[in-house]
């Protein structure tokens, strides 16, 4: 497999997926559901499921899939996957509700645990982010194509712009937050804040709340990808992907994973 060939091809379809949701997203009125957990469900969400689903499906049909929106495998079959896709067709539904823009398709190929091409497509701007292990990362905004590559840092530095999220900002991230020196706080929706750090534009997102791996595993292939790390707060080790649970630990993302923290 051809990681090169196979982002392109990811691209594509979750440009697709996009369209879908934009066909709803500027309906005067759509429907709102809730699922089991109480997180809202709309048609948009099942549309880029089914778009996405069935090419990953016709294109790679030996390669499982892991989706928000699919009935979930039991970890006894899914803990011999060697690669699966991990899917989010709508990530930030509450962002998509409001009406913000921050809402994002994200497409994530995972290999022995270890998120290796992800791909995130934001529908409001068709702005796309993109990365392979061993290709690079890259985002095409207002279609310029830039190479993302993440810089060095130190954690004591005054004035670290720290990314929050709109919706799920508690008091255990404030108080985190409130331990650096100045910071300051940037809000975003969805898996765009780590896009934040991947691009440059921060330098720290601390998630200290449920997030589940479809989530994040698109996103932070491309941060790593371009130089940052993702650690899980309580032990320092890198978060892992197809687990027991598909809940992830809380987590804390770097621009850089050569950051200092010493004065």
């Not at 440009?15 to 709309?42: C, H, M, W």
């Amino acid at each position: 497999m051809n990681l090169i060939d196979v982002v392109n091809e990811i691209i594509v379809i979750s440009k697709e997926a996009g369209a879908a949701i934009l066909r709803v997203y500027n309906q005067q009125e759509f429907q709102i559901e809730n699922k089991a957990d109480s997180s809202p469900l709309t048609e948009a969400d099942r549309m880029a499921n089914d778009i996405i689903c069935r090419f990953l499906i016709e294109k790679y049909p030996h390669i499982p899939i892991i989706s928000e929106e699919n009935k979930m495998e039991p970890y006894q079959t899914r803990k011999n996957y060697e690669m699966c896709w991990m899917v989010d067709p709508l990530d930030g539904t509450k962002e998509f509700i409001h009406r913000n823009g921050d809402f994002t398709v994200n497409i994530a190929l995972i290999k022995q645990g270890e998120p290796v091409l992800g791909v995130v497509y934001q529908p409001v701007n068709n702005n796309s982010y993109y990365a392979a292990k061993d290709f690079g990362a890259f985002s095409n905004i207002n279609g310029i194509t830039t190479s993302l590559k993440t810089t060095p840092f130190s954690i004591r530095e005054k004035g670290l712009k720290v990314v929050a999220s709109r919706s799920h900002l508690n008091e255990e991230t404030s108080t985190f937050i409130s331990q650096l020196n100045e910071p300051q706080l940037v809000t975003r929706g969805s898996s765009l804040k780590f896009l934040l750090l991947a691009s440059g534009q921060a330098d720290i997102y601390p998630r200290l709340a449920p997030t589940s791996e479809w989530d994040t595993a698109a996103a932070q292939c491309i941060l790593t990808v371009a130089g940052g790390i993702v650690l899980q707060a309580d032990n320092g080790i890198p978060m892992g992907y197809n687990k027991e649970s598909l809940l992830n630990p809380s987590f804390i993302a770097y621009r850089h994973s050569s950051f200092n923290e010493g004065s």
